[in-house]
Each structure stands twice: as structure tokens, then as C-alpha cells.
């Protein structure tokens, strides 16, 4: 059972567009949610977070949105650079005190010159 | 630089020998985490140590696996009687703890099991 879901396993944008990368989840008890972007062959990077308090947390080129009542949240990255192109994974912390995270599967984004 | 490490990198071994990675996490962080990754799938939580102590583990992780951080700083986690099933991606990520949720992951070791 999957409870964080990234249903576009790839998304392709023009340099200078905007990006958008979706994620779903199915426990409404997550609290917190974060994205995180992965380069080949290195870790997880951490991008960005969202309290379940808040529905829109900006940094710099990127924003996240959070709809609290459709369980979903969108990663905004504007304007998209080629250096963007990486795998980005939504996650959310388990709950309880260990906050291990739950990850989606990830889209893969290609920002084209 | 003062990231999370991993060693090795890479590590080819045959179907039945018994492997052992390396993490060392954040000097400063006493949360340590780790994950397993698979072609196509996010990371997937394996057990985490909050300093010394191993507070939980996953059903992923068989009893052929098992994970320490004995004096709560660096953590091993050993593989015994490798299978092809167990070639993924493993990573550590460590955390300094209290409300703040972001972990900081290493570069993860690549396990191929032939």
C-alpha cells in the first residue's frame, strides 16, 4: 500500500518553463512533507519542506503547494534550468518520534536547453 | 567536507558471502538512518539508531540483516548470506533530531549481488 504517491514517472520541460512535478499521498495523518532531488550515482538531496499547517512554502526558485483536502502537493520550479534535471522524490515522515521517511517513487525531470 | 559518508562506494561480492557497510553521519547529529533503494522506487526506511540504541527496524529487514552504532557515531550495517535480491542501492541519512524532519542523505553504497 502505497501512502505517498508520484504517479509521472518522467516529465519534460523547455529551459525557462515552468516545472511542475505532482505527488499524492493517502494518510491523512502526515504532518510534514518534504522533496528531495537526486543526481545519478550520488544521494538524496534535501529541497524543500511543507508543514500541514501551511499551504504554500517558497524558496527561491522553487514552491511548494500543498491541498490538504485533495492530499496532494506540487513542486513549482520556475524558471527551470538544465541543471534541474534530476529525480525528485516527495516524502513524508512516519509519524511517532523516529520521523523515518516514506518516499514516492519519483519523476525524473528533463529540463531541455 | 563534513557530510555523511559511505564506504565503499561500490561493492561486487557472489551469492552467499557476507558483506558490511560503512556510514558516518554529521558529527553533530544523533539520528541515523538507514534505507535501501531498488531501480525505480524511492528510498525504503530499513532501521534507524537514535545515538547507541536501535529504536526501529523494518519488516524489510530479514534476520540475515543487522545494523549497529556502537558508540553513536558511525553505524555498520551487515549483510549475511547475500542474495541476488539484495542488490539496491543502501543509504545512511542522518539528522539532528528533535522536530526538524530533514535528513541529509551520503552517496550510498551500490551492492551487486552475482
Known amino acids: 500500500d502505497q501512502q505517498v504517491k508520484q504517479n509521472s514517472p518522467s516529465l519534460s520541460v523547455q529551459e525557462g518553463r515552468i516545472s511542475i512535478l505532482n505527488c499524492d499521498y493517502t494518510?491523512?495523518?502526515?504532518?510534514?512533507f518534504l522533496w528531495y532531488k537526486k543526481y545519478p550515482a550520488e544521494g538524496p538531496t534535501f529541497l524543500i519542506s511543507?508543514?500541514?499547517?501551511?499551504d504554500k512554502n517558497e524558496d527561491g526558485r522553487f514552491t511548494v503547494f500543498l491541498n490538504k483536502s485533495a492530499k496532494h502537493l506540487s513542486l513549482h520550479i520556475v524558471p527551470s534550468q538544465p541543471g534541474d534535471s534530476a529525480v525528485y522524490f516527495c516524502a513524508a515522515p512516519q509519524g511517532g518520534s523516529q520521523g523515518n521517511l516514506i518516499f514516492g517513487k519519483g519523476t525524473k525531470l528533463s529540463v531541455k536547453p | 567536507d563534513t557530510g555523511v559518508s559511505q564506504d565503499p562506494r561500490h561493492k561486487i561480492t557472489k551469492r552467499g558471502q557476507n558483506v558490511t557497510f560503512r556510514c558516518d553521519p554529521i558529527s553533530e547529529h544523533n539520528r541515523l538512518y538507514w534505507y535501501r533503494q531498488t531501480l525505480g522506487q524511492g528510498p525504503e526506511f530499513l532501521t534507524y539508531f537514535q545515538n547507541e540504541a536501535q529504536l526501529e527496524k523494518s519488516r524489510l529487514l530479514s534476520d540475515r540483516f543487522s545494523a549497529e552504532r556502537p558508540k553513536g557515531s558511525f553505524s555498520t550495517l551487515e549483510i549475511q548470506r547475500t542474495e541476488q535480491g539484495d542488490s539496491a542501492m543502501y543509504l545512511c541519512?542522518?539528522?539532528?533530531?528533535?522536530?526538524?524532519?530533514?535528513?541529509?542523505f551520503g552517496p550510498g553504497t551500490r551492492l551487486t549481488v552475482t
Open positions: 511543507i508543514s500541514s499547517i501551511k
Open positions: 494518510n491523512s495523518m502526515f504532518d510534514y
Open positions: 541519512a542522518s539528522s539532528p533530531g528533535g522536530p526538524a524532519y530533514e535528513q541529509y
